[in-house]
């Protein structure tokens, strides 16, 4: 099997979905989906699955839209409520607020990990010349990237505030990775993606994207699979663009 290669002949720039690829989050946003889901199932259907559930229909997916797509494979619906909403209500709005309040504060009492092989493919990869950005659904995305000690390896940051700001799609809409090449001013043609989400590969493909790397269990429709972002080797240096 040869070896998975990032070529910056090639490419100038890589942007990251940061959830659960940069930082150590994917546990705790499925464990806070989990909690409030699993109320709202009780007496109607299964409980939420950490694993198949959070990684099919939540993950990668601004939350407004994972509470919808999540309730839809059950055959269920809420009201959609109003932003307002509080974490006791039985809306997609509150179930939304009530998860996000659970996950920050998690993040404000545990603190936030950055994965070190993904530390370390950012700094060779700024080392080569290449620039980098992060995107992440959550509205506090910078926030979480800043708490995890890793916001100076990115060039730019695109979260769920910026996509509501701009009234961005979410995934599998390509909007955020799109967005996030566009301000690191290098086109999508010599941009790969890393993605640890099916929503996200499925963005990375329909936005045109030089490469889309995928993390296992992810593998569906990416140009390259890792198991970890340490196999994915760095060759070459960034050739700058044509006039």
């Known amino acids: 099997m040869s070896e998975p290669v990032i070529d910056l002949s090639g490419i100038g720039a890589v942007v ?3 959830d659960g690829t940069v930082t150590d989050t994917a546990r705790g946003h499925a464990a806070a989906w989990k909690h409030v889901f699993d109320g709202f199932l009780r007496g109607r259907s299964a409980p939420f699955d950490v694993r198949e559930d959070y990684l099919r229909y939540v993950h990668g997916r601004p ?13 269920l619906t809420a009201p959609e409520g109003e932003p307002g909403d509080g974490p006791d209500a039985p809306t997609v709005h509150g179930l939304g607020r009530a998860k996000e309040l ?25 080392n080569r010349g290449a620039r980098t950005g992060g ?12 708490a995890a000690g890793v916001l100076h ?24 990775p799109l967005e996030a090449a566009r301000r690191l001013g290098v086109p ?19 936005g045109g994207f030089a490469l889309v790397i995928a993390l296992a269990p992810v593998s569906e429709g990416a140009g390259l699979a890792v198991r970890d972002l340490g196999e994915l080797v ?9 006039p």
């Open 102 to 126: 659970l996950f920050m504060e998690q993040v404000e009492r545990h603190g936030v990990a950055a994965f070190p092989a993904a530390v370390a493919l950012l700094h060779e990869l700024r």
């Open 188 to 206: 999508p043609v010599r941009t790969a993606v890393v993605e640890s989400s099916p929503a996200g590969v499925e963005a990375g493909r329909k």
């Open 16 to 18: 990251f979905d940061t």
């Open 63 to 75: 939350r407004l839209d994972g509470v919808r797509e999540f309730l839809a494979s059950r055959g």
């Open 135 to 146: 995107v992440s659904a959550s509205l506090h995305g910078r926030r979480v990237v800043t």
């Open 153 to 176: 390896l990115f060039d730019t940051l695109v979260d769920g505030g910026d996509a509501a700001l701009m009234n961005l799609p979410g995934k599998p809409d390509p909007a955020l």
């Open 234 to 242: 760095v060759r070459g240096r960034v050739l700058p663009l044509s």
